[in-house]
Structures are given as C-alpha cells and as structure tokens.
C-alpha cells in the first residue's frame, strides 16, 4: 500500500508536474460535500471554509 506522500507523487506524475495540495484538497472536498451543504451554502464556499480552517490551525 503507498502512502498518502506516494500516492500524491504519482498523481502529480499523471498530470504531468506539481501539483498545489490546495487545489488538489479543495477538488477532493468538492466531490465530498454536494450532499452536506445548505441552500445558502455551496459545496465550492464549504470547502474553501476547511481549508482556511486548515491554514489558520497551522500558523
């Protein structure tokens, strides 16, 4: 089993280079949350609400 390092490594030899773990966390968040939003909320605003969560837990 390849860890979550090798597996992101490999996807970034499919598409052809790097690949920013943002954008690539934000589009896995994206097929995650379609069910889980409100009217008022979209899954695109949902995930963007996470991942600045992440970014200010890491400071």
Avoid: K
Wanted: charged residues 25%; proline residues 3%.
């Amino acid at each position: 089993m390849r860890s979550s390092i090798g597996q992101l490594r490999a996807g970034e030899a499919a598409v052809g280079g790097y690949v920013d773990f943002a954008d690539l966390a934000r589009d896995g968040l994206r097929g995650l949350l379609p069910g889980t939003t409100t009217p008022d909320e979209s899954a695109e605003a949902a995930a963007e609400h996470v991942l600045v969560g992440f970014a200010e837990a890491g400071r």
